[in-house]
């Protein structure tokens, strides 16, 4: 088992990574909880033990579930079992699972503890660590939330073995993210490719965990963590490809490479490297033909982290980083030689 931690004061915690790492959830369940709530989906259907009595909730599926009423009927649902502030919640299940159990754990009694066990490559490397948590609006995704860390996070790797080629793409489109990411978070030079899986997993895990113990808020570090999402938002909004997120976070960060260079950042080698990491995970790299790129553009405006103007974040001499006021018509070419 390999132990991260996510280093935030009286808040830091342990991230373990490695096949059956939810056997070690007792361990981290606080002594005082008399009872668990145990948030999870139907199709899920790993054993855990708490060692204290358990009421289990199912959350739906997709984001259509990803409301502030699910929210409330899970809120609802600990107040009749009368979960309190010295119980726990554990979360089971992928992104959706986490950013919806520990928004509610955030919210209900004004926060109780919640330990998430990670089924997703997903959410193994990215949206279980760093307590971001929250739910969907009508006018847009992630748009109420709460920055709620939990107790532990256990990445139980052996739970990827049921997960569809499909859902795992997906979260191979975030790890590919982390390979350009590891100067800025001072981690050791390694190619992620020489890894094995668990061992891939916990880099990108300890990659992301030092950033938010740098970043915790996004004041501007973290924001690095949406390398090649300012065209992956706007391709999943502005489209019904069905492309999984990871899917166009991978076009992303083609896209983000080929316009670093075109404002003479990076040079053509490094954008070649980019998309042989791309290529050996077996992810896309060009927007797909029948893209409409006009539609495209007022959606990458539109993203919230653009905050107004063009914004990306851009490779370059020093890492990468957040790029301010970027041309759009620059933005506009480059988006047609990511086309082709
Ligand atoms: N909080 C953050 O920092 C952060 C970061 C990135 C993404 N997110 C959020 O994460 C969500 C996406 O997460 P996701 O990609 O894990 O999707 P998901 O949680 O919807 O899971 C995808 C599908 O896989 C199934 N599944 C989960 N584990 C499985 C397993 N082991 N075997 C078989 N099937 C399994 C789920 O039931 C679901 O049908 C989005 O809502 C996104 O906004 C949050
Ligand atoms: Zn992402």
Same mark, same amino acid.
């Given at each position: 088992?390999?132990?991260?931690?996510?280093?935030?004061?009286?808040?830091?915690?342990?991230?373990?990574?490695?096949?059956?790492?939810?056997?070690?959830?007792?361990? *981290?369940?606080?002594?005082?909880? !008399?009872?668990?709530?145990?948030?999870?989906?139907?199709?899920?259907?790993?054993? #855990?033990?708490?060692? %204290?009595?358990? !009421?289990? $909730? =199912? #959350?739906?599926?997709?984001?259509?579930? !990803?409301?502030?009423?699910?929210?409330?009927?899970?809120?609802?649902?600990?107040?009749?079992?009368?979960?309190?502030?010295?119980?726990? /919640?554990?979360?089971?299940?992928?992104?959706?699972?986490?950013?919806?159990?520990?928004?509610?754990?955030? /919210? =209900?009694?004004?926060?109780?503890?919640? #330990?998430? #066990?990670?089924t997703t490559l997903l959410a193994q490397v990215d949206a279980a660590i760093g307590g971001k948590t929250g739910v969907n609006l009508p006018e847009g995704k992630n748009l109420a939330g709460?920055?709620?860390?939990?107790?532990?996070?256990?990445?139980?790797?052996? %739970?990827?073995?049921?997960?569809?080629?499909?859902? *795992?793409?997906?979260?191979?489109?975030?790890?590919?993210?982390?390979? $350009?990411?590891? &100067?800025?978070?001072?981690?050791?030079?390694?190619?992620l490719r020489d890894l094995p899986l668990d061992e891939r997993v916990a880099y990108c895990a300890e990659l992301k965990a030092r950033i938010v113990a740098a970043d915790e808020r996004e004041?501007?570090?973290?924001? /690095?963590?949406? *390398?090649?999402?300012?065209?992956?938002?706007? /391709?999943?909004?502005?489209?019904? $490809?069905?492309?999984?997120?990871?899917?166009?976070?991978?076009?992303? @960060?083609?896209?983000?490479?080929?316009?670093? !260079?075109?404002?003479?950042?990076? &040079?053509?080698?490094?954008?070649?490297?980019?998309?042989?990491? +791309?290529?050996?995970?077996?992810?896309?790299?060009? +927007?797909?033909?029948?893209?409409?790129?006009?539609?495209?553009?007022?959606?990458?405006?539109?993203?919230?982290?653009?905050?107004?103007? +063009?914004?990306?974040? @851009?490779?370059?001499?020093?890492?990468?980083?957040?790029?301010?006021?970027?041309?759009?018509?620059?933005?506009?070419?480059?988006?047609?030689?990511?086309?082709?």
């Open positions: 088992m390999i132990e991260v931690q996510v280093e935030l004061g009286d808040r830091s915690y342990p991230v373990l990574v490695g096949a059956r790492a939810r056997d070690r959830l007792m361990e *981290y369940i606080p002594p005082s909880a !008399k009872q668990v709530a145990v948030v999870t989906q139907q199709n899920l259907d790993f054993a #855990i033990d708490t060692g %204290t009595p358990v !009421k289990t $909730f =199912y #959350i739906g599926d997709g984001e259509v579930a !990803k409301t502030m009423s699910t929210v409330e009927a899970l809120c609802r649902e600990f107040a009749r079992m009368n979960l309190n502030r010295k119980d726990c /919640i554990v979360a089971v299940g992928g992104g959706l699972v986490t950013d919806l159990a520990g928004f509610a754990a955030a /919210i =209900y009694h004004r926060g109780i503890p919640v #330990i998430h #066990i990670a709460a920055f709620w860390q939990p107790l532990a996070v256990l990445c139980d790797t052996e %739970t990827l073995q049921t997960l569809s080629p499909r859902e *795992y793409l997906s979260g191979t489109g975030e790890v590919a993210k982390y390979h $350009f990411l590891g &100067s800025r978070a001072g981690m050791p030079d390694v190619d004041g501007r570090l973290r924001m /690095i963590l949406n *390398y090649g999402h300012t065209l992956a938002h706007a /391709i999943e909004i502005g489209t019904s $490809f069905d492309l999984r997120h990871g899917e166009c976070v991978a076009i992303g @960060l083609n896209f983000a490479a080929e316009l670093a !260079k075109s404002m003479g950042r990076i &040079s053509a080698e490094r954008v070649a490297e980019h998309r042989k990491v +791309l290529d050996f995970y077996g992810l896309p790299h060009a +927007l797909p033909p029948e893209t409409d790129l006009d539609a495209l553009m007022p959606l990458m405006h539109r993203d919230k982290k653009a905050m107004g103007s +063009l914004t990306f974040i @851009l490779d370059g001499p020093d890492g990468v980083e957040v790029v301010d006021d970027v041309d759009p018509k620059l933005v506009r070419a480059v988006l047609e030689v990511v086309k082709s």
